[in-house]
């Protein structure tokens, strides 16, 4: 199961010095944008949890710290950090928190650190994070990326631009050829905050069978909201074929804080009152994250036990299982 189904149990504490930018970075993406286009220059952008993301730290320290790494880059690319950091020192350094918060969501940013590689007009046609190796490896993966994308590029923006210029019939056609694209690229590549826009807001005018099939990417690109699960649940009533409880997990998934907990505990004890069945590995994914919620946030440890009962027949990790033991234990 991915780390991210217990964002607020899994956070990382760490004590390390904070990844500063440093006179190589900007902060302000739109300055960023103004510099890139005058000087003729891509965008390097870091989304990145400088106090607290030890991937973050550790990519800074292997990589963007040398100078291996800023000669070559600084040559193509503006760098530019958007950091969303948790402690009140970083995050009075960071300019336009706000304006952060829209770029992580337009470009589905669901983990740290993401880097995208952009065009000054906004383009991602490039994807990363932390990889091993040191700067020059670094950079050599990242002309590979380059090359591929924007060699993908080109396929993406002439269908964008086909579904904004489709009229009445043609509109869930152009739509559906954007839905296959997402599909081909992955919904964890470059293209996906670009292609995830349109289908997001339109995939309501698409066939039936293919609404499903939009509804299960936006869920992996990390665009679920209460939109998509509400056409999930209208469209697999019964969990007939899993995409009702994909749903569900996929806001769950999406949680961030714990205001959001209550709510998304709701939807998961709905699904159970009229889900046929639930593959194993969903289940799994949601027992555990029913139980730990119930028991550590929602105080009902008789609801927690629930899950645990649950999840003790449907998974062989025994992580969870010491954890559904810990929680049927306690009186």
Avoid at 142 to 151: D, E, F, H, P, S
Wanted: proline share 5%; with cysteine.
């Amino acid at each position: 199961m991915n780390t991210k189904l217990l964002p607020l149990a899994l956070a990382t504490l760490l004590s390390a010095t904070t990844a500063q930018a440093g006179d190589h970075w900007v902060a302000d993406y739109d300055e960023a944008v103004k510099i890139a286009r005058a000087e003729g220059k891509h965008l390097f952008v870091d989304f990145t949890g400088s106090d607290w993301c030890g991937w973050c730290i550790k990519l800074h320290e292997e990589v963007f710290d040398h100078d291996e790494f800023l000669t070559p880059m600084t040559k193509d690319y503006v760098l530019v950090s958007l950091d969303f950091p948790n402690g009140a020192a970083a995050k009075s350094r960071v300019p336009n928190p706000e304006r952060n918060q829209v770029l992580k969501a337009q470009h589905a940013i669901t983990g740290f650190p993401t880097v995208l590689l952009m065009t000054p007009d906004g383009e991602v046609y490039g994807r990363t994070g932390y990889q091993a190796g040191g700067p020059e490896a670094y950079v050599g993966n990242v002309n590979k990326i380059r090359a591929k994308g924007m060699a993908s590029l080109t396929a993406v923006q002439q269908a964008l631009k086909a579904f904004k210029n489709a009229k009445g019939e043609g509109r869930p056609k152009a739509l559906l050829a954007v839905v296959d694209l997402l599909g081909e690229q992955g919904p964890q590549s470059a293209f996906a905050g670009s292609l995830t826009t349109p289908i997001k807001a339109h995939w309501k005018i698409l066939p039936i069978k293919a609404q499903g099939r939009a509804i299960d990417l936006l869920n992996q690109a990390g665009q679920a909201d209460s939109g998509t699960l509400q056409g999930a649940r209208a469209i697999d009533p019964k969990n007939e074929s899993g995409l009702y409880a994909r749903s569900v997990l996929a806001i769950m998934e999406g949680v961030a804080e714990e205001a959001a907990i209550a709510p998304a505990l709701e939807q998961l004890d709905s699904l159970l009152q009229v889900a046929h069945d639930i593959d194993a590995e969903t289940a799994e994914s949601l027992y555990v994250l029913g139980a730990y919620w119930n028991s550590e946030f929602a105080d009902n440890l008789e609801r927690a036990k629930f899950y645990a009962v649950r999840g003790l027949k449907v998974t062989s990790e025994p992580r969870y299982k010491q954890l559904f033991n810990d929680i049927l234990e306690r009186e």
